[in-house]
Each structure stands twice: as C-alpha cells, then as structure tokens.
C-alpha cells in the first residue's frame, strides 16, 4: 500500500510569484485535505476535496485555490505569493465515511523571499 | 477562539520515565473525535490514536496510553518508559461533526525530548 506522496520535497518562491504543490493520495483514499503548518505552530486547514469539488474550507484567501483529479491526487495553488506563506504544507487523504482519520504526507516546505 | 490548547510548549525527560501531556479541548458540538499525531524531525504528520466523544473509555496501547475526560474536556496522552526514539513535537487535535468536512483543528504542540 502507497501512502501519501508530495512534490516538491523543498521550495524556494519569490514574493508575488505563484506555486503549484502537488500530492497523490494514498491507495483507495478519495479525500484530500491541505493544512499550512508555520514554524513553530500546530497545522492550519486550508481546504479539503472530495469528488473533484471543494468540500470545506478554513480561514485561508482566495489566492489559495485547490484542484483535485479523477485519481483522487491534488494539487494546491497559490497566488501572489507573500512572505508569511512561507510554511510546511501537508497534505492528508482519507476515505470520505472516515474523512477525520487522515494520513498526512511529508509535506513541502516552501520558503517565499 | 483556539479550539485545542496544549499548555506544555516543551517537556524534557531522561529514557524510560514516563511523559504525559496535557491537552484541554472547547467544542459545543455533541458527537466530535480527539486525536493525538506525532511529528519527528522528518516533518510527516503520524497517527497515533483516535476516540470519539462517546467513548470515554480510557485504554492502554503500548506504551501510549489516553485519558479522556469529558467534565474537564481533557484527552492526555501519557507515553510509558520513553525512548530516544520518542523525540518529537506531540499534537492534540479536534475534529467536529458540525462541519461537514471533519476538519482537524491542532492544538499548538508539544515539543518532547528524550535524553538517553
């Protein structure tokens, strides 16, 4: 069984550029959620996806947009990117009946200058 | 209004003492799920444990052992004979039923280092 994957490992933006970060779920799972974890403090939910359509979303703006693709991967996008963006971004997947019991991935550590 | 409050930003222990960390929840929902994830060095979020709101049947797996306890809204972990390997930021988290995305909500962490 795959787990949860994420591309890149590391990423270096610059200010007001936008980034693409990509995860594949792991085997059988159908829902993705993405949280932002900044240095020092507990993951931020950012939004989740389920059936290709946003399923619920946290205190993020919307420069912060998500896709998810009939494999069940996802990708997260930002725009214009800031310097407080810069942060460990996990990605989670999950079964929908179970959609709380998430299995995160390594994450990308994106570092905006 | 932080939901999961972690009061112990860091606890330092020497291998084989037994650690606990305190974790305090808010919710006004009646069916909600407490989890607690350990995240080493490496970065990767791991599941450690999982109890819903109607199960305040406190259990022992392992060296990890849970209380939970509704009147005070508290779900501690307690780690038995810590390792080295235990070395890594604990995180208690919330998921409410209410939104129908479950979504975990962390508390801010707990750094545990085990000294050998």
């Given amino acids: 069984e795959t787990g949860v994957t994420q591309s890149p490992t590391h990423l270096i933006k610059t200010r007001g550029q936008q980034v693409t970060l990509r995860c594949s779920s792991q085997s059988g799972h159908n829902t993705v959620s993405w949280y932002q974890q900044a240095l020092g403090q507990g993951p931020q939910f950012i939004f989740q996806y389920y059936r290709e359509e946003e399923n619920g979303r946290g205190n993020f703006p919307p420069r912060f947009s998500g896709l998810q693709f009939p494999n069940y991967s996802s990708e997260l996008n930002v725009n214009a990117l800031e310097l407080d963006d810069s942060a460990l971004y996990l990605c989670a997947s999950s079964y929908w009946a179970s959609r709380n019991e998430q299995y995160f991935g390594p994450g990308t550590r994106l570092t905006v200058t | ?116």
């Fill in chain 2, 1 to 116: 209004a932080q939901k999961v409050t972690q009061a112990q930003t860091e606890i330092s222990v020497v291998e084989k003492e037994d650690v606990t960390l305190d974790c305090v929840y808010e919710t006004r929902d009646t069916t909600y799920y407490l989890f607690w994830y350990k995240q080493p060095p490496s970065g990767e979020l791991v599941f450690l444990i999982r109890r819903n709101s109607f199960d305040e049947q406190n259990e022992i797996s392992g060296r990890y052992s849970w209380n939970f306890q509704k009147s005070t809204s508290s779900f501690n972990f307690t780690i038995t004979a810590s390792q080295v390997v235990d070395s890594a930021v604990y995180f208690c988290a919330l998921s409410e039923t209410w939104s129908n995305d479950y979504k975990l909500s962390f508390g801010a962490g707990t750094t545990v280092t085990v000294r050998a």
